[in-house]
Each structure stands twice: as C-alpha cells, then as structure tokens.
C-alpha cells in the first residue's frame, strides 16, 4: 500500500473548550472516495473545518498527515496551496470582489505563481461548461445576493477550476434541488482521478446515488462507529442511524 | 503696502506667466509672508493679487468673524491648531520645492516610489499640485475646446481678473463668511482653487482636472473653488492626487462652492491624500435647483485630522443629490467624515453612501445629517454608511443626525460598523491567499461601491494606494 494522501491519527478537536471530536482515525488515500455521514451534532462540519486550519477549531491532540507531511501548524492558505480544498457547507460572501478576480488570484495561489490571463481564461471557459454555468455568473461578487444552490455551484466552479488533490465537501448536497444536486455531482465526479481523492460528508445519502463512495463512515458524538463500503449508506437511507448506531454501540467496549 | 508686513520680493505680474517656459519657469517670483494673521497680512494678500475692493473688504469682514467664533468643540480634536504658526500666503518656485526635497520625510518619498511617480513629477507634488508636466499639449487642445463652448476653467484668482462680475455675483453666496470658523478663515486667506462656469446647455463631456488648469499658482493650503453650472449644463470636476501631499504647513482649509441650476448635473470628484502632519478642515457645499442633480465623491486618506462634510442644499424640486465618500484611518489619524442633505422643497431626494477603513490604531467617524424641512412632502433620503475595522486597536463611530420636520417623507438609514471577519478571511485563504492578501482583497472590495465611480487612473491609483498603505500597517 502506498503511502496515504491523508492519514488522521485519533484526532481531537475542541470548539472553544468544548471538545467535538473525539479520537476519530482515518486513512485515505489517491483515487478513493470516502464519504462521512452522521447525525447533526456528530462532529462532522467540526471536522472538515479543522481539517482546513479554521481557526475556531482547536486540535487538542492527535495528528493530521498530509502527503506524510504533519499539518495541524499550517495556516489554511498553505494547506490550500499544497493542494487540500474544503467546499463550504455555508460559503461566506465578499461584497465587492468579483467571482473572476477572485478565482484567478486563487488560481495563481495554487498553481505557485501569477496565471497568466489568457490561460485562466481557457480554464475557467471549460470548467464554465462543464457545469453548464453562464459567464455572466463570474462578473458577480463572490456568494454578494447568490441564492443557495449558486453557492453550492460556486464551490463546485473553485473545485473544478482548482483541482484539488484533496477535497473535502462539507454538505454540498444540503439545501439542493434534485437537478442542482445532479449538477454538482457530475461536477465531483468530473474532477476524479486516480491522483485525487474527496471526503463527501453528507446527513443524507441522497448525494450518494450520484457519486458513488469506495467507503462510507458513520461518524457518532466525535467518533467513526462503523465503517463499510457504499451499501452502509443504503442501509442508512432504509433504517435511519439509530439501528445502526446502536448496533456499533452494544459492539463496543463500555 | 502696510509697514509691518514685508515680502521678500516685489509683486508678481500675473499676465507675464507664459506657457513659454511651463512648469519649469524658474523665474517665477517666490513670496512667503511672515507667520500669523492679522489685517495687514490679509492686505498684503490682497495687495499682491492686485484684487478689486470688495474682494479685499470681504476678506477683512471675514477674518473679523474668524477671530469672533470660538473653536469648533464637536468632531476632531482641533486644540493643537497653533494660528500664529502657519505661513497664510506662500507662492513657491521651483527652487523652493528643490531646497524642500530634502525635508520631505522618508515615508513618503518611500511612497512615491512605489507609486512609480517620475522625480520630476515628486518634486511638483510638493507645490500641492498634481504635476502632469506633460500635459501641456493636451491641456491647450482641451482649452480650445472649451473655449469654442464658453465655457471658463481658470484658477478662482485668474477668474477674479478675467470674470470679475462673474465671481462677484456668486462667489461666499453659497458658504457665506461667517459659516463657520474655518470657511472665515478661508474666505480672509484664500488662494488658488478653481473656477468653473459652464453656460447654459453646455455640457462639458471630458472631466476637466485640476492639473490641466495649468499655472504657477500653488494650489495651496486655502484654496477656493466655485463651479456654476447654469441651466441644463453637465460637468465633471476631477481634483486632487493620490499620492500623499506633502505639506510643511500643517493646516488645509478649503472651501468649495457649487451651484447646480435647473436641470444642470455636477459632479465633483476628489481624492486628497494628506502627510500625516495636516490638519484638513474643508468645507463643501452645493445648491442644486429644479431637477439639478449634484454629486460628491469624496476620498480621504492621510492627514492628522479631515473634518469634512461635503453637502447638497436641495432648493427646488426634483433636486438630487448624492454623496459617495470613502476614508482611510491609519496610526495617528482621525478622518472624520460625511455628508449633509438639506431638503428645502418638496419631491427632493438624496442618497450618501460613506465607507470608512480604520486600521493600525486609527479612528474613523461618520458625522452627518438629513434635514428635511415642513412643506417639503414627498422627500426620499437614503443614507448607508459602513464602517470596517480592521484590528482592535482601531475607533470608529457613526453621528447620524436625521432633523425631519415634514411627515410625508420617505427616510431611510442603515449603518453598519465591522472587522474584517474571521470567516471571509477563512474562506480566502482557503483557497491559497495569504492572510495578508484575503484582507486586502476584502477591503478593496469594501470600497469597490465608491472606487467603481472614479475615473479609471483614479481608480487604479486609490486601490494600489490602499494597499500601499495596509502593507505599511500588516505587513
């Protein structure tokens, strides 16, 4: 096995004293698509906040390996910069900063030196079309008046345009109508590759009729309690978290 | 002349000064009067400018009232202001601003390498106007134009020669001498500024610059502008200079009188970037008539203290007018700043819109007023002003006074006061950008309201110059 894109060591994360998560493991490596699901509260926002270096989220111990490298001292832009994404369940707007002034500085980050116009513009044309967006949509200002599933399709656009090799998706599916969903989908889904990987994290499994996970976890008060492949996440649409919660629980040591 | 006041050279001849020798005229006699205020010093002012009668007596009735009124005890911290340190007539040459080149402080020599600015060009910034020495040709062919038009674009002293019935008639009509202490001031003092007139139905389709109104005159620490548009003339008066001024003196006090005739549309933009040592007390008033529409974009950055209020008196009806201002607060600084819309005849209207940045300790205020007096019905007001902070150490405050003496009126306000948030910040260096890059992204696109009605080159300049001036306070 080769070395894991991201390795999670019995993390713990407090949120201003009050601890979250509580020794959660995981390994993920190139190519695959995990998928974290829990009930509200589980932690699972916690997480992939903390995993971006938000400074609200305070690891309290254990480690974050990415590429081998520890990064749980990293300024967020620099995990950015070494390729770690984290699509926003609630993205914040910036009034007055246009969408393409934004994603070129963001690309010119990523790539490690200024972009020059007419490449960016190649990009982001193609990534524009995939995901049927019009270009008027990158005049505006960044998530400035954007209704919830243009949020949803503006993270999907950094996604493409960045092309992380870890992306972490924070709810993506929340608040979206079935054809936004199948939009952003397809946008995950254009963007995998064996180099790459994505960690959906989702209440719902419904985002997982149209990406399909190599592993699904279920994440319960700060821990993953059970972990399976992508037909733990049908049970769960068919018999909710409770059974199974409960199953991993009687299972564990008191 | 008076005995007790003696300039150091004899009296220059206003009409000698040919474009002969441009900028670089080192003939041009320099004259520095002694420090202090006093009736002789306003003579001898008047003396020089070879200014008729009423001038002179206006000046003198002006200063009487200077010396009445008490210091203002509202606003900015204004007690330091020593009057009998202050130069009130200085005439430079360019030998003056070569001796001065030495005394400039680092800071903002610094500053105008960044900005690129050629040395020939830093050391004209040092007379207060924006040098553009090669801006002569355009300048002649922007004249012919609007001379073919009738219209007049001079320095208010020219204008006092050549147009004397025409500044008579207007000139202190909209800021009267006894307004307030430092319009008296000005009016005893003043120096420089512009004068415009653009006849009826002329409209005026390039912004005039101040630095194309080329002479010899400093634009000084008194100036005087009055802009008259007369019915349905359209113009845009662009002044002043993004990089910093520097000043020795350490009191500007201008005053700008505007009248918008029916269906006339002025617009006013300036953009004044103090040294740290001035104190700039300005007073800005317009009269916008029938249907005239009259706007201020305002930008402040540098100086120790702006106290500024730029205001629309809407006298008729269907008067519109407008207020864009946006201020820059950083160490050492207070900008306290706003608008005031006087609504005196029904079915008026008027919108501010003010941003205000304070960083590295500085303090920002939002000072103004929306009167609407009774009998003026069916008035709408709007007024927004934003505050960001960008660190604790920093002040902001909002004064908003609303005096509304007419019901049936349409008034509505909305202030916000924030710092730059740990989630936008987040959210950009999510994606790569450096702490440092995410805030000033955030603040260019908080003053992106205002910068997006500059003139490109201005807009261009304010952005790079803000960050300029964030670089200095994060690093």
């Keep these: 096995m080769p070395e894991p894109l991201l390795a999670i060591e019995d993390l713990h994360i407090a949120v201003e004293d009050k601890p979250i998560v509580r020794g959660l493991s995981l390994l993920i490596h190139a190519g695959e698509v995990h998928a974290i699901m829990g009930p509200n509260g589980s932690g699972k926002s916690t997480l992939a906040n903390a995993l971006m270096g938000h400074p609200r989220y305070t690891i309290t111990s254990g480690s974050v390996r990415y590429k081998g490298e520890e990064v749980i001292h990293w300024p967020p832009d620099e995990r950015a910069r070494a390729g770690m994404f984290l699509a926003f369940q609630y993205p914040t707007d910036v009034p007055g900063v246009s969408m393409i002034n934004f994603l070129r500085r963001a690309a010119s980050a990523r790539r490690g030196s200024e972009i020059p116009v007419r490449e960016f513009r190649q990009q982001l044309g193609a990534v524009l079309e995939q995901l049927h967006i019009d270009e008027q949509f990158v005049r505006r200002y960044v998530n400035d008046g954007f209704s919830g599933g243009e949020k949803k399709r503006a993270e999907i656009l950094q996604l493409g345009l960045l092309q992380p090799e870890l992306a972490i998706m924070d709810e993506t599916d929340s608040g979206l109508d079935i054809d936004a969903l199948r939009i952003v989908a397809q946008g995950i889904n254009a963007t995998r590759r064996d180099s790459n990987a994505t960690l959906l994290i989702t209440h719902y499994q419904r985002m997982l009729n149209y990406v399909t996970p190599d592993f699904v976890h279920v994440l319960a008060a700060g821990r993953i309690v059970v972990s399976g492949d992508a037909t733990l996440a049908h049970r769960l649409e068919a018999e909710g978290y409770d059974p199974i919660l409960s199953e991993a629980t009687e299972g564990a040591p008191a | ?475």
């Design chain 2, 1 to 475: 002349m008076p005995a007790a006041i003696k300039p150091d050279v004899q009296k220059p001849d206003i009409k000698k000064e040919a474009y002969e020798y441009g900028f670089h005229d080192k003939a041009a006699a320099a004259v520095k009067l002694p420090k202090g205020l006093n009736p002789d010093v306003v003579n001898t002012i008047s003396d020089l400018k070879s200014e008729p009668a009423w001038m002179r007596e206006l000046r003198l009735r002006a200063l009487q009232y200077f010396e009445q009124r008490p210091m203002p005890e509202w606003g900015g911290d204004v007690g330091a202001i020593d009057f009998n340190d202050i130069h009130y007539f200085v005439r430079a040459s360019d030998e003056r601003d070569e001796e001065n080149w030495d005394d400039v402080p680092e800071y903002i020599k610094n500053t105008y390498d960044k900005l690129g600015i050629p040395e020939a060009e830093k050391k004209g910034l040092l007379a207060g106007v924006g040098a553009q020495y090669d801006s002569e040709v355009v300048y002649h062919n922007i004249r012919k134009d609007l001379e073919a038009k009738g219209v007049v674009f001079l320095s208010t002293d020219q204008a006092l020669q050549d147009h004397e019935d025409l500044v008579r008639e207007h000139f202190s009509t909209i800021i009267p001498p006894n307004d307030n202490k430092f319009a008296a001031l000005n009016t005893a003092v003043w120096s420089g500024g512009s004068f415009i007139w653009v006849p009826e139905g002329v409209k005026v389709d390039i912004p005039l610059q101040a630095y194309f109104r080329i002479n010899s005159e400093d634009m000084g620490q008194f100036e005087r502008t009055l802009i008259i548009a007369e019915p349905g003339a359209e113009v845009h008066y662009v002044e002043g200079c993004t990089a910093p001024i520097y000043s020795s003196d350490s009191l500007h006090s201008a005053v700008v009188e505007i009248i918008a005739k029916k269906g006339a549309n002025v617009r006013y933009t300036t953009i004044q970037n103090w040294s740290n040592n001035v104190y700039n007390l300005v007073t800005k008033r317009a009269a916008a008539y029938e249907g005239a529409v009259m706007t201020w974009i305002d930008g402040n950055l540098g100086s120790k203290l702006t106290m500024k209020y730029p205001a629309v008196y809407l006298m008729e009806p269907g008067a519109h007018g407008e207020v864009l201002s946006v201020a820059f607060a950083g160490q050492g600084q207070h900008q306290d700043a706003g608008a005031k819309m006087v609504h005196g005849a029904p079915h008026t209207s008027s919108i501010i819109t003010s941003k205000s940045l304070a960083i590295d300790g500085g303090r920002t205020s939002y000072r103004g007023l929306v009167k609407v007096y009774e009998g003026a019905a069916g008035c709408r007001s709007n007024v927004r002003c934003d505050a960001l902070m960008l660190d604790d150490q920093s002040r902001s405050d909002t004064y908003p006074y609303m005096e509304i003496d007419e019901n049936r009126v349409d008034i509505g306000h909305e202030a916000t006061v924030s710092k730059v948030g740990e989630e936008k910040l987040f959210y950009l260096m999510s994606r790569g950008l450096t702490e440092s890059e995410a805030t000033k992204m955030i603040v260019n696109g908080f003053v992106e309201p205002i910068i997006k009605e500059l003139p490109m080159e201005y807009a261009v300049e304010l952005n790079r110059l803000v960050e300029l001036q964030m670089d200095g306070a994060i690093g």
